[in-house]
């Protein structure tokens, strides 16, 4: 089996890299954080007087975008709890960048997964563990399961959305597949996860790279 880059391509990497160039860029807000994973490379999940200001912030996302980034990546701290965050998509996506967050589901209300869907973020959802208390560990936190859980159900309703067996599937309300592995062999994130062995004919969807984008079709 074969995987292929998410978001470019070997010969978009090779060029990028012989002409000192991005293709994304990573970024923290924020340093605040309201959980307190055990595995954080962050000892100090405050804020700090000394964060990038609103100003900073946009000419940094302005100066990545002049040297060729295409993605924005925003890390944390918890990005769903930065005050300015839905200001910060906007104004990202008005640049013609893509986004992609990881959170862990705090601030994601219904509010906010609107607006996570109308600038087309790709949200990375962090669960460590389907158990409650090794969850509730992991993250240092009581009630971080439910949270999170809570953060996913504000998300999007993906029995809507997820095509093909996982849409359907009876173990749906707990499972909708591998996104990451849909998109890797796919090209479509909402499509049925290839690898899961109650999708018989996933496989099929995937039949090669593209000559000129490196993905596949």
């Known amino acids: 089996m074969q995987l292929y880059n998410l978001d470019f391509s070997a010969d978009e990497l090779r060029r990028a890299a012989a002409a000192d160039r991005l293709l994304s860029m990573e970024m923290e807000f924020s340093r605040e954080c309201n959980f307190r994973c055990a595995y954080c490379y962050l000892e100090d999940r405050t804020a700090r007087a000394d964060e990038l200001s609103l100003a900073e912030i946009r000419d940094v996302v302005l100066q990545a975008r002049e040297l060729g ?16 965050l839905s200001e910060m998509l906007r ?11 990881f959170t862990n589901g705090t601030g994601i209300t219904g509010e906010l997964a609107s607006i996570l869907a109308a600038e087309k973020v790709r949200v ?28 996913l159900a504000n998300l999007k309703n993906y029995r809507e959305m997820i095509k093909g067996p996982c849409r359907t599937c009876e173990k749906s309300s707990e499972c909708y597949g591998c996104r990451g592995a ?36």
Not at 69 to 84: C, D, V
Not at 91 to 101: D, P, R, V
């Open 182 to 217: 849909a998109y890797q062999l796919t090209g479509d994130y909402l499509a049925s996860d290839p690898t899961c062995w109650r999708n018989t004919t996933g496989h099929a969807t995937c039949t090669g790279p593209d000559e000129k984008s490196g993905r596949p079709v």
């Open 91 to 101: 104004f990202i996506a008005s640049h013609g960048l893509e986004i992609e967050m």
């Open 69 to 84: 980034a295409r993605k924005i990546i925003i890390l944390g701290g918890e990005p769903s709890i930065y005050p300015h």
């Open 124 to 151: 990375v959802l962090k669960m460590n563990s389907r158990s409650e208390g090794v969850q509730d560990r992991l993250a240092g936190k009581k009630g971080a399961f439910a949270i999170i859980r809570q953060g």
